[in-house]
């Protein structure tokens, strides 16, 4: 079953605004990544974060986690056209034995020029 | 490196087909899987493998088939296609055997079953 929930589904910007994506969790984890979608290609890793770190930056983009929560959050500042995509949360579930993602269902993000 | 690369792209199947999606990957990658994604239904796992050898199910297995006789293949064969089977593939994998690291995702085969 899908774990991450995203939040909210689709989203609408300008270019040069920030865009905030949320991710929602019901079980404690190990980590969580979030993947980048183009439109007709595969997902493409971003970043991950583990439960014991509360934020983590790559480039443009930002990603908090909160354990007490049991959420996260991806931050892109100064949006591109080309950041317009589906974004998907992805959780490792401290489940025994647990050997598999459990990706949410997607935000979609389109940045107009 | 070409990493995970899948064939054919697209594919349009009548009703009691089979056929075999085929994923490799070139990154000596131990964990590989494959994945189907629907319409507000996210990803969902079919099969995965931790090694050549070794297969087991996901979340939702029945009506594929998997082998792994190499690290670098793993091939995903649907028996007798059906209209509920119409959907996007992607195979992935990540270095070690594990499913939960940094996931490496091809660009997927694109399935139509009339």
């Known amino acids: 079953s899908q774990q991450g929930e995203e939040d909210p589904q689709a989203l609408s910007i300008q270019e040069g605004e920030n865009a905030t994506m949320n991710c929602s969790y019901k079980?404690?984890?190990?980590?969580l990544q979030w993947y980048r979608q183009n439109s007709g290609r595969g997902l493409v890793h971003l970043i991950l974060?583990?439960?014991?770190?509360r934020e983590k930056h790559s480039g443009r983009l930002r990603v908090t986690l909160d354990t007490s929560k049991k959420s996260s959050s991806l931050l892109i500042t100064a949006s591109r056209a080309a950041d317009t995509a589906s974004y998907f949360c992805a959780t490792d579930p401290q489940i025994y034995g647990n050997n598999r993602l459990a990706f949410g269902k997607g935000n979609q993000v389109v940045v107009i020029p | 490196n070409a990493g995970v690369t899948q064939t054919p792209k697209f594919q349009v199947l009548k009703t009691g087909q089979s056929m075999t999606l085929q994923c490799a990957q070139d990154?000596?990658?131990?964990?590989m899987s494959w994945y189907r994604q629907d319409p507000g239904m996210g990803l969902r796992l079919i099969h995965y493998s931790v090694g050549a050898g070794i297969t087991d199910q996901g979340e939702v297995p029945n009506g594929y088939n998997v082998s792994r006789s190499t690290t670098e293949d793993f091939p995903l064969r649907l028996l007798s296609a059906a209209p509920s089977q119409t959907s996007v593939y992607f195979c992935a994998s990540s270095y070690y055997g594990r499913g939960t690291d940094t996931q490496y995702f091809g660009p997927g085969t694109r399935l139509t079953v009339l």
């Open positions: 079980t404690s984890i190990n980590n």
């Open positions: 990154m000596n990658h131990e964990y």
């Open positions: 974060i583990r439960s014991n770190e």
